[in-house]
């Protein structure tokens, strides 16, 4: 009976992944059948832990985080939890030999949500380190499965595919951080002035990130690949709107990637990784 509470946990994940993000769970479900629960685990804790800091305004979100860190760590250790996502996620963590590192260092940027509004470059390397460089390395285990040498040599990669998934974030919710959340993420600006320059010099480190990336992407193993080429190429795509557009217009609006063209960056990638393939 324990298997059906551990695939009930992980079904939660996946859950949890469709409701909150579709074009993640696109990509979750091109990934091999045997990467995919571990995959919308880690996405399911790492959306309740920013939920909290991001969308529960109402309740004590210090003890809330607090609460849940505690309980994560138990159900690591205890090797069970009754919060399924929780569980889903520790069976994860088991199977594919997590760092606990990464776990913390996660925790730590989402505790600085909490007391820090604004970020120095010193601050701000560290944050997405935590929130989103570690969440790529969580990812890059599973995809891995096991070989230490392998990740090991694409854990550079890793780091820079979520450090530019999160600086994409980061200007696409530049407006709705600034002035619901009351946070700016980005060194140096301030009273919610983008100029054109800053965002030039904050669009050419997001471009080497991916660029990196975009190297360690293709030596993934072939389980992973296309899951993670098409979330690659959603960003890209995304990035490039961003791009085009101005940054006064970004503080007004949230820019989106149309359901048409992520159709197409799926059919194109598909055709892509197959060509790579034969």
């Known amino acids: 009976m324990m298997n059906l509470f551990h ?8 859950v949890v992944t469709e409701c909150y993000s579709t074009s993640f ?66 069976l994860t963590v088991k199977q594919y030999d997590i760092d606990t590192n990464l776990i913390e260092a996660f925790f730590t940027s989402m505790e600085t949500d909490l007391y820090e509004t604004r970020h120095d470059p010193s601050s701000y390397s560290r944050y997405i380190f935590g929130s989103a460089e570690a969440v790529g390395l969580m990812c890059l285990r599973v995809f891995c499965e096991g070989e230490d040498a392998l990740y090991s040599r694409l854990a550079s990669y890793a780091r820079s595919l979520g450090s530019a998934f999160q600086k994409v974030n980061f200007l696409r919710d530049l407006g709705a951080d600034y002035h619901q959340l009351e946070r700016s993420y980005f060194p140096g600006l301030s009273g919610g002035v983008l100029t054109e320059s800053a965002k030039r010099e904050i669009e050419k480190d997001i471009l080497a990130d991916f660029q990196h990336a975009e190297q360690g992407i293709h030596q993934l193993p072939v389980k992973a ?8 190429k959603y960003y890209v795509s995304l990035f490039k709107k961003i791009q085009a557009t101005a940054p006064m217009n970004i503080f007004e609006q949230r820019i989106r990637v149309p359901n048409y063209r992520k159709w197409f960056i799926l059919l194109s990638a598909s055709l892509h990784h197959q060509l790579n393939q034969s």
């Open 25 to 90: 769970a696109s990509s979750v479900r091109l990934l091999h059948r045997d990467l995919r629960d571990a995959i919308y685990s880690i996405y399911g804790f790492v959306r309740l832990t920013d939920e909290i800091v991001d969308t529960f305004h109402h309740h004590n979100k210090p003890k809330l985080l607090s609460g849940f860190r505690l309980q994560t760590y138990s159900a690591i250790e205890e090797g069970i939890s009754l919060n399924p996502i929780l569980h889903g996620f520790q």
């Open 225 to 232: 690949r296309l899951g993670v080429y098409v979330a690659y």
């Open 7 to 14: 695939n009930m946990s992980r079904r939660c994940g996946r």
